[in-house]
């Protein structure tokens, strides 16, 4: 019983930290209708900056936050390859997500992995050790459920405002934004931004979770985030009360726990890739099975 | 028709050719002059290809030139991107989709549109306060769209959507409005009341406006000057009283010789 307990408690806290990234793609993907594979490479990203900060010796929070703004500047990138100079959205990734190889490299200072061990993380910094202790048992499940929830409050937020309807009408239709007096592309650099900014933010909480960077572990995080996102919105879109964001969140629970599984009952872990594909194919072809009526890219 | 010095778009010496130096290139507009004023409804028609949705896109900007220059207001707009002419054109496209954001409501839609020409802050999307002013502009519809604006605008028919989007391109105040073939997609009754939606429209907000058609009868019965294109020329431009006079014979006949001449 303690076992299963604390292998659900792995995966939430897992899932609510790929869920960061999935509320990210969920804004490339379904709002934006673009397939962005730059998330392989800002993914390690968040990691490796928030390394070589918190190795420096800055506050892991004020780490997390420049790891934010280093995917979405990599994000922006990627924007500006495909908006500016019309490079076809699939490369664009491509190549944001080959270079960051080298500049993961760079700031890790060419080691693959860069380990921060007993160094102040967001889980261990300022406040969490006057925990009492039942709680700082919990600290990592906790921590991770505190951002999940703020960061998917502010996009809910964002969304709603002005330029969130600005940025959803872009991915639905972006003549209708020309109309409106707007240049679409710069809307979609910044969807581009912030959807890589929100990658690189659960990088550098998975990397405070191990106290290590890998600069390979974005391997297969596209594939990771499309498949929670659309796991997500295929199971839950009839649940009206719930938002789209609150879908991708549990998509990534859903996604890990099914990946648990799997290692539960055997598979050695060299075939987890190959499950994680499989798992989309399924993902998509249902959601083609699934999908009547209108589109609906920007609910949220 | 009130008097001014400056038309309200003036397009001088315009060259366009597609596809240029390939097999398929077509020049189809060589030194054309072109002018819109104040006040003007204008019905354009023509066959395919004659030139009619192209001067639509140059003066929307969604088309560069390859010579000439383009005024609006007495202001050189030729290197002047769409989606900054956009502040002072409104469209309505052939295609009812292309007019709305389907994914979003009625009310998300009409509260885009509204913000037209002001910043797209951080402050609410959707204001409540405006929602009356909204209602109130759907009820000029008479599709009872009032009644469902929280509907996304996906489920609504071609006709309806159509009838959004006129709305939605008058609604902010805006120079000209461009109608490229707006009832061509309808069936005939949604195409009869867009075309009686679009006539009040244009007399309520007494806009200028350039409308291109395949529907001869809407030539005729609508607007204040006709204008028939030709590859890439005015072969009928009559105005006021002179196009009172023109019946939809007169103008299937010149379109008939037109087709003769080209061998149709």
């Known amino acids: 019983m303690t076992t299963f307990l ?16 999935a509320m990210g793609v969920f804004v490339t993907y379904k ?12 993914f390690p990203l968040g990691a490796c900056v928030t390394a070589a900060l918190i190795c420096a010796g800055v506050n892991p929070w004020l780490a997390c936050l420049a790891a934010l703004l280093a995917g979405a500047l990599a994000g922006s990138v990627t924007g500006l390859l495909h908006v500016k100079f019309h490079i076809t959205d699939l490369l664009s990734g491509i190549l944001v997500m080959t270079a960051m190889w080298s500049v993961t490299l760079i700031i890790t200072g060419k080691s693959a992995i860069l380990q921060f061990f007993n160094k102040p993380t967001i889980f261990t910094y300022g406040p969490m050790q006057h925990l009492p202790q039942v709680l700082y048992q919990h600290r990592h499940i ?51 931004a912030l959807g890589n900014g929100l990658t690189a933010l659960a990088g550098s909480v998975l990397a405070q979770l191990g106290e290590n960077a890998d600069v390979n572990a974005g391997k297969g995080m596209v594939v990771l985030a499309l498949a929670s996102v659309i796991i997500g919105t295929s199971i839950f879109h009839r649940v ?38 499989v798992l989309l194919t399924v993902a998509l072809l249902s959601q083609r099975f699934y999908k009547k009526g209108g589109t609906m890219n920007a609910r949220t | 028709m009130p008097e001014h010095n400056l038309p309200l778009v003036r397009m001088e010496h315009i060259v366009k050719t597609f596809h240029p130096r390939t097999v398929s290139e077509t020049e189809l507009f060589r030194d054309f002059f072109f002018s819109i004023v104040e006040g003007e409804f204008i019905s354009v028609v023509g066959s395919n290809g004659s030139g009619k949705t192209t001067l639509l896109n140059l003066i929307c900007g969604s088309l560069s030139l390859d010579g000439g220059s383009i005024f609006l ?10 989606y900054r002419r956009a502040a002072h054109i409104g469209r309505v496209f052939q295609d009812p989709s292309k007019g709305t954001c389907p994914s979003l409501t009625i009310l998300e839609n009409l509260s885009l549109a509204d913000n037209k020409g002001k910043s797209f802050g951080l402050s609410r999307g959707v204001e409540k306060k ?3 002013f909204y209602k109130s502009q759907l009820e000029l519809l008479q599709l009872g769209l009032e009644d469902k604006i929280h509907l996304p605008v ?62 001869l009868r809407y ?46």
Not at chain 1, 31 to 42: C, H, K, N, Q, Y
Not at chain 1, 269 to 274: A, E, Q
Not at chain 2, 167 to 193: G, Q, R
Request: proline share 3%; hydrophobic share 45%.
């Open chain 2, 154 to 215: 996906g489920v609504l028919s071609g006709g309806q959507r159509q009838a959004l989007a006129l709305l939605i391109s008058t609604m902010t105040p805006i120079d000209l409005l461009v109608l490229d073939e707006h009832t061509a997609a309808l069936d005939p009754k949604s195409s009869e009341n867009i075309m009686y939606l679009t006539d009040k429209l244009v007399r309520e907000k007494k806009l200028t406006s350039i409308m291109v058609t395949h529907n």
């Open chain 1, 31 to 42: 709002i934006l209708d673009f397939p962005d594979l730059s998330v392989d490479g800002t």
């Open chain 2, 130 to 132: 405006r929602l009356d």
């Open chain 1, 6 to 21: 604390g292998l659900a408690e792995t995966v939430l806290r897992d899932g609510f930290i790929y869920g960061l990234m």
């Open chain 1, 240 to 277: 009206s009360f719930l938002k789209a964001t609150t879908m991708a969140i549990l998509g990534a629970v859903l996604y890990k726990a099914c990946l648990q599984i799997a290692l539960q009952l055997g598979l050695p872990p060299h075939y987890l890739k190959l499950l994680m594909a």
């Open chain 2, 219 to 264: 030539a005729v019965e609508y607007g204040n000057r006709v204008v028939m294109m030709h590859s890439g020329t005015a072969v009928i431009d009559a105005a006021g009283e002179d196009k009172k006079k023109y019946t939809v014979d007169d103008l299937l006949k010149v379109f008939n010789e037109i087709s003769i001449e080209c061998g149709n």
């Open chain 1, 142 to 192: 906790l921590v991770c459920l505190l951002l999940v929830v703020l960061v998917k409050l502010l996009l809910d937020w964002f969304l709603s405002t002005k330029y969130g309807l600005l940025l959803r009408g872009t991915g639905d239709n972006s003549q209708y934004i020309v109309s409106l007096g707007r240049d679409p592309g710069t809307i979609k650099i910044f969807g581009l």
């Open chain 2, 73 to 82: 207001r007495g202001k050189d707009i030729t290197k002047m991107p769409e």
